[in-house]
Structure formats: C-alpha cells, structure tokens
C-alpha cells in the first residue's frame, strides 16, 4: 500500500530510505508511492544531492568543525594529555570505519565517487604507520591527529623522508574536521613504497609554527594497513 | 501539493484507467504509463543496480514486460499499476543478479527511453562540483552553527533524527524547521546553478 505525503514526511522516509533504514514493507510501500509521483522524486533526488555534496565536501576537508574547540589548561598536564590522545584514538578511529563505510556505500550507489581510503594518523602510534602500497588511480585520504595543539588553521606537508626530497604534497589552511583530524588528501600513484613523513604545521598570524612531524611507511605487500612497526 | 486522500484516489483512478485502456489496445494509454512511471521506475532501478546502463536496460525490459501482460490480461489491482511495475523492475533486478540471459523484444525501445526521461530531477545536469560548491554555499548560508550540524549528522553521518536532536539539545520541531528549510534553500541554489551552465552553454 502507498505511503501518505504526512507519513514521508513526519517519519522522515526520505531520509531514512537513502540511509537504507527503512524496513522492507516500508520500502515496498515508499518506492511504490514514489514510482508515480515525481514531486516526491524530485525531493528524494534532492536530499540524494545534498548528501553527495555534503560527501564531496568533507572528502576536500571543507567540512565546518563539529563543535567549538574549547582549550582547558589542565589538559596540558601529561598524564592528561596522555589520556586524552588515547581517547582521540579510539574515537578517531571508531568515526572513520563509519566514515569509509558511508563512502563505500555511495560510492556504490552512484558508481562516481573515485576509490579513495582514509588512513589515520595519531601522534600516539609510537614509531610510525604503516600502509599497504595504494592501488593505481586510488586516492589515500590522511586523518591527521594535530595532537594537544590548538591553531585555527594548519599547513600539512607529505613528503619522502629522505633529506632535501621535495614534497608530494602540501595543503595550507586546513581546518580541524570532524574529531579534531586534519584531512589531507595523497594521489595514490605517487606513494610508492619508501619512507615518508607529515609535517604539520599550525598558523600563527600567517608565520607557520611546527606541531608535530608523523613517520609514514608505504610497503609494497598488499595489505590494507597494520597499526605500527 | 494535493492533500493525501485526494491524491491517493487520482493516482488509483489513473491506474485503474490505463490498465483498462492498455487492455484495450490503446497505444497512448501505453506511452502516457511509460512516461507517469519512467523516471520513477529509472530511480528505482538505479538504485537497486548501481549500475545506470543496466537501470536503463532493464527499464525498458520491465516495460516490454508490463505492456505485453497488460495486453493481454487484466492485473489483479489495476489501481495499484505503479506497485504492479514496482514487482516486475525487482524481479527482473534479481534475475540480472543471478546473469540470467536477457530476453529479445521487439517493442520500440528508443521512444520507451525517450518518453521515461521527459523531466530531469533537481541537479540532474550539474555537475559533482557544482554540486558540492551549492552545498558549500548552504552551509554558508545557514544563521548556525547548529543548523549545519543537524545537515552534516543526518546526511554525512547517518544518524536518526532522536539522535540528532539529543546530541544537539534541540526539539523535533525545530529539526523539522532547519530541514524543510535547507532544503528549500538547496532546491533554490541548484536551481541557479543550472540556470548559470545553461548560460553558460549558450554562451
């Protein structure tokens, strides 16, 4: 049976029916009322745009911050500090898996979106991050952790460790995103296996202040990532 | 916008109206149900294959389908037509997941497509980027920062509509307000949008 235009819109269906939330006599029911309606159409196409644009934005890190960033001295104590970079771990980590999941699941809806994976970077992983060697055409989206550290905009820098190489890849103004992560988008090609490091860098006043500097190492075996060496 | 009731009796009237007059024989009957359901039955069919070549074909497939029983026979609820091609597109979806072999026809395939495909949807012809770029000037737009919060959490990050207004200290109603309203805005944007390209092309 069809769906009344009061249900849609005060059970949310639209929503819930592009999130894959509806049950599947709820979707038998919206997809019958939509196929004959294109005002309905044109509203499901509609909130189709903006999450696909909401997507694109926040894979170029264009995203308004979560929430404002709020600096308590006592953080700045190590233990803290300590407590607070495992905690911005396990978050970080936990948004992410949900975050590539998401993609993946648009990507597969409108078979555009190029292959990208997120790979993120904490200052808490110890020696470095490993990452398997990125396919041909694939793009590789850093999560930077800028740790205790508090600018409202950063210049990240990817370059290979060895001394005088030039840099693969530098983004200035980037704002913390979602979880406080600065996201730096790498062209896959150009990560071949070797040593790299990520500079961040924070703006104070247009004179850029080093944060912090995080190893990367990009192996040829293909697997998708290990957690440190 | 129609009310409820009303629309749901025009809809089953017509249906009930173009099953008769297929059944007949009427050759207008058939174009004017490929162009009510064509764009409709496209989404549908998109969205189950992700696969727009396939969508397409398999459109025009349910409708060989659809106007040779329709021809022939009577459905059971002809003022359900549209859940009647709704049942065909899903179990030809099915059928091309398993890579059944595709059935020969000999009905003109050409005008199916080109009568489905009569009205585009709201950004139909622009492109990813001038999409994200109306997207940016929403947000842009939005009086605060909470108002895109309640965006970035119901279509980045999935979240129901209970969550978002527990996280966010903001009641059902005013959710339902930042929503109807952004997207009204959005709708206005991409609009412009297109209007720009198509200057643009002109020019």
């Known amino acids: 049976m069809s769906m009344t235009r009061q249900d849609i819109e005060r059970r949310l269906v639209v929503e819930r029916y592009l999130q894959g939330k509806l049950t599947p006599s709820e979707e038998a029911a919206f997809e019958e009322t939509y196929l004959g309606d294109p005002d309905l159409l044109d509203q499901i196409e509609l909130a189709e745009r903006l999450r696909e644009g909401l997507g694109e934005l926040a894979l170029a890190g264009e995203l308004p911050r979560s929430r404002p960033r709020r600096r308590l001295a006592f953080l700045a104590s190590a233990p803290y500090a300590a407590a607070a970079s495992v905690l911005l771990a396990a978050s970080l980590l936990l948004s992410t898996v949900l975050y590539v999941q998401n993609a993946e699941l648009r990507a597969r809806a409108s078979g555009e979106i190029p292959a990208f994976r997120i790979e993120p970077l904490f200052a808490t992983r110890g020696d470095g991050h490993v990452i398997a060697r990125p396919d041909e055409g694939e793009w590789i989206m850093l999560m ?86 | 916008m129609k009310a409820p009731s009303e629309r749901d ?86 059928a091309a997941q398993r890579k059944t072999r595709r059935r020969a026809t000999s009905t003109d395939l050409e005008s199916i497509d080109a009568a489905s495909d009569a009205r585009p949807g709201p950004g139909d012809t622009l492109s990813r980027e001038q999409i994200a770029a109306s997207v940016r000037a929403l947000l842009d737009e939005l009086p605060v920062d909470r108002d895109r919060e309640v965006l970035i959490r119901l279509y980045l990050m999935d979240q129901d509509r209970d969550r978002i207004c527990d996280a966010l200290g903001i009641d059902a109603s005013h959710f339902n307000r930042v929503l109807f309203r952004a997207k009204q805005r959005f709708k206005a944007l991409l609009m412009q949008a297109a209007r720009r390209r198509k200057l643009d092309v002109v020019s």
């Open chain 1, 144 to 229: 930077v952790d800028p740790g205790a550290s508090d600018y409202e905009t950063y210049r990240v820098t990817v370059r290979p460790s060895q001394p005088a190489a030039a840099p693969l890849v530098q983004t200035s103004g980037i704002e913390p995103g979602y979880e406080e992560a600065l996201a730096v988008g790498v062209p896959g090609a150009r990560l071949v296996p070797g040593d790299y490091e990520v500079i961040v860098e924070g703006d104070a006043d247009g004179e850029w202040r080093p944060v912090t500097r995080l190893p990367l190492h990009v192996e040829a075996a293909p697997q998708s990532s290990a957690p440190a060496r």
């Open chain 2, 9 to 94: 009796a025009v809809e089953a009237q017509t249906s009930i109206d173009l099953v008769r007059r297929i059944g007949r024989g009427d050759r207008a009957a058939e174009r004017e149900m490929v162009e009510r359901y064509g764009r409709g039955l496209l989404y549908l069919l998109r969205r189950r294959t992700s696969d727009p070549e396939l969508a397409k074909d398999l459109r025009q497939e349910a409708y060989v389908i659809a106007i040779e029983k329709l021809r022939a026979s009577p459905i059971d609820e002809p003022e359900r037509l549209g859940a009647y091609l709704r049942g065909i597109a899903i179990n030809l979806v099915s």
